[in-house]
T-cell receptor
Framework: RKEVEQDPGPFNVPEGATVAFNCTYS??????FFWYRQDCRKEPKLLMS???SGNEDGRFTAQLNRASQYISLLIRDSKLSDSATYLC???????????FGTGTRLKVLA | ETGVTQTPRHLVMGMTNKKSLKCEQH?????MYWYKQSAKKPLELMFV???????ENNSVPSRFSPECPNSSHLFLHLHTLQPEDSALYLC??????????????FGPGTRLTVT
């Protein structure tokens, strides 16, 4: 089983739609979680950290479900500019290892 | 953004060449990382340095040799590479360890092609 698993997609959604991605992690001791966005041939850019209580930043909401070992990302009112690959990251405690998923590709269509 | 810079941005080298990648972070972070990203694969951690000390070497072949002279600079020395080493090499930094909820910031990467 992969340490961090994501549905590769692509998710094709129309502008204005709401889309949600899930990401599962295998190490139940993982304590830190993040979502990154990566555009084609560019570096990953931090989108948001995921806290136990969940967090929201504008149209983006991230949730953590420790019992089921997954994190989610919800994007509301999708924009064309949201088209990218979204990377899920989990970090076990006491290490320097950030474990990346392979990413979920999102295409927002006009 | 200029938090983490990398040079060169593109590099083409033959299998017998020796080259170096450079990374510099301007964020005052203590940890720096090298990752390899190949097509259709997740980011692969190569090396981690914390306060200039190497803390992780993820079974990377010896043809890749890291150097961290101080907390702001990181190099990756390359020699006798193979075509399968062609990839995007990303540098990143963070204030502290991964499990402490410290966010990681990436440079723009060096796109390496080995011919």
């Amino acid at each position: 089983r992969k340490e961090v698993e994501q549905d590769p997609g692509p998710f094709n959604v129309p502008e204005g739609a709401t889309v949600a991605f899930n990401c599962t992690y295998s190490n139940s001791a993982s304590q830190s979680f993040f979502w990154y966005r990566q555009d084609c041939r560019k570096e990953p850019k931090l989108l948001m950290s995921v806290y136990s209580s969940g967090n929201e930043d504008g149209r983006f909401t991230a949730q953590l479900n420790r019992a089921s070992q997954y994190i989610s990302l919800l994007i509301r009112d999708s924009k064309l500019s949201d088209s990218a690959t979204y990377l899920c990251v989990a970090a076990p405690p006491g290490t320097y290892k950030y474990i990346f998923g392979t990413g979920t590709r999102l295409k927002v269509l006009a | 953004e200029t938090g983490v810079t990398q040079t060169p941005r593109h590099l083409v080298m033959g299998m017998t060449n020796k080259k170096s990648l450079k990374c510099e972070q301007h964020l005052g972070h203590n940890a720096m990382y090298w990752y390899k990203q190949s097509a259709k694969k997740p980011l692969e951690l190569m090396f981690v340095y914390n306060f200039k000390e190497q803390t992780e070497n993820n079974s990377v072949p010896s043809r890749f040799s890291p150097e961290c002279p101080n907390s702001s600079h990181l190099f990756l020395h390359l020699h006798t590479l193979q075509p399968e080493d062609s990839a995007l090499y990303l540098c990143a930094s963070s204030q502290g360890i991964a499990g402490g909820n410290y966010e990681q910031y990436f440079g723009p990467g060096t796109r390496l092609t080995v011919t």
